[in-house]
């Protein structure tokens, strides 16, 4: 049983350049949360989200952020116009119901040049 | 709104010998989950140990152990035995019960070292 992926494992882009990061949740799980961690830090929610639905999106970005998880297909985090501040380990995590407990993926660290 | 506080940025111990990682938090709910992951330089976030508010038994999970005092809001970590493996960060997290019933807020994270 697979864990949660995410791809890519690492992401340069160059300033103003869109970054868009993958997260395939455990097999069966609909709750999908992503997380960002900025150096030296602990890990930040950002949005949490159920299949073509956003639950909860009060810790991302207002510009140029954007989240979607699909009926079909894994979750998306979109960064447009990249800029510097947004370099940062991005984790995704799933779970089975709204409270289970949540599995994290590896993680893509993000680079922006 | 609800804050994590791990006091020790970097902590170090002894191989087969006992260390104890601080966390307080923050709340005004009576009911919430408490955690503890691990992050080894793999990145990938591990949960090492979760303890539910309204237990007053604290949680333990082989040689990891809490020590949850609700009035005072902490929740240590004990790590007894410390292997070479448990090198890491470690992050203390808080979840509410109820709310958005998913968002962890994360502590800035403890370094732990184990010497051989």
């Known amino acids: 049983n697979a864990g949660v992926m995410q791809n890519p494992r690492h992401l340069v882009r160059r300033r103003g350049q869109e970054a868009r990061l993958r997260c395939s949740p455990m097999?069966?799980?609909?709750?999908v949360y992503w997380y960002r961690q900025l150096p030296e830090e602990g890990l930040k929610f950002m949005v949490y989200?159920?299949?073509?639905?956003?639950?909860?999106e009060s810790g991302m970005p207002k510009e140029r952020f954007s989240a979607e998880f699909p009926k079909e297909g894994p979750s998306i985090l979109r960064i447009q116009q990249v800029v510097r501040g947004d370099s940062a380990a991005y984790f995704c995590?799933?779970?089975?119901?709204?409270?289970?407990?949540?599995?994290f993926g590896q993680g893509t660290r993000l680079t922006v040049v | 709104a609800q804050t994590v506080t791990q006091s020790q940025p970097e902590m170090s111990v002894q191989e087969a010998e006992t260390v104890t990682l601080s966390c307080t938090y923050d709340?005004?709910?009576?009911?919430?989950?408490l955690f503890w992951y691990k992050q080894p330089p793999s990145r990938q976030m591990i949960l090492v140990i979760r303890q539910e508010a309204y237990k007053q038994q604290n949680a333990t999970e082989n040689r990891f152990s809490v020590n949850f005092q609700k009035a005072a809001k902490s929740f240590s970590l004990k790590i007894s035995d410390s292997q070479l493996g448990d090198a890491a960060m470690y992050f203390c997290a808080y979840r509410s019960r109820g709310g958005s019933q998913g968002n962890l807020i994360f502590g800035k994270g403890t370094k732990l070292s184990v010497k051989p």
């Open positions: 097999k069966g799980h609909s709750h």
């Open positions: 995590a799933s779970s089975l119901r709204g409270l289970a407990e949540a599995f």
């Open positions: 989200l159920q299949k073509e639905n956003i639950i909860d």
């Open positions: 709340t005004s709910e009576s009911d919430y989950y």
